[in-house]
């Protein structure tokens, strides 16, 4: 073997791969020039998860009322299977983002005939006697206004306790949430505990039934998110504002 043939044969795959990085370089740049660098696969989005960022601070209430600690809010002797669900140290369910998007897709009706969701004030994180958490909304109307179902579902209890007065539990289709309706004037006529109601229907009044101020009747609504065995009695209250936001 000659001198430069040798030479050559050393040389040539070093001068190929100058070459083939070249013409990768030089395509990498033309890509780019060109604009098709955008047609080109990218790393994915990351979806954000958390609260929105406009979700509504505590701010006074209209008046001042004293509500009732629904006794759905009392824990139980909850120690069964979990399942999936995700439960806190007291075997309750825990609130999650899920839930509040869940419920925002279902559109739920606002409960008081003739009040608009944007009409809607918050009052979850109130304070009630002065320590407990309100955990409820309150919405004012003239006594005598139908109190309509949310959605459809279904009668749970019928309940006459000392601060809540006349009181709804109604269970939703999916069996996930109770919708709880206080301070009723009275029911409507024939309704029963295990009916079967429809979104809209008029299951009560507005009145002052319990602790409510004689003269501020109102509505008192809450949810809950059920524990494992779906007791009407034993859930995590959410903030229901937050639904129609
Ligand atoms: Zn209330």
Known sequence: ?????????????????????????????????????????????????????????????????????????????????AGDELLS???????TFHDITNLRHRALTVPVEGTSPAALVPSYRDTRDGERRHEA??????????????EDGRIAKLFDSKNGGLTIYQIDPAEQF???????????AALGEGDRVHRGQTIGYVGTTGNAPPGTPHLHFAIFKLGPDRKWWEGTPLDPYVVWR
């Open 178 to 188: 109770a919708y709880y309706y206080a301070h009723l004037d009275r029911y409507a």
């Open 89 to 95: 140290a007291g075997g309750l369910p825990v609130i």
């Open 1 to 81: 073997m000659t001198l430069p043939r040798k030479f050559a044969e050393q040389i040539a795959p070093w001068v190929l791969m100058i070459v083939l990085a070249t013409v990768w370089w030089g395509g990498a740049r033309l890509v780019r020039w060109s604009g098709l660098s955008g047609l080109l696969p990218s790393a994915p989005a990351v979806a954000h998860v958390g609260p929105r960022s406009d979700a509504p601070s505590s701010v006074p209430p209209p008046v001042a009322v004293r509500d009732p600690l629904p006794a759905a809010a009392t824990r139980g002797d909850a120690d069964e299977d």
């Open 137 to 150: 909304m309150d919405i004012l109307a003239d006594r005598g206004t139908p109190v309509v179902a949310v």
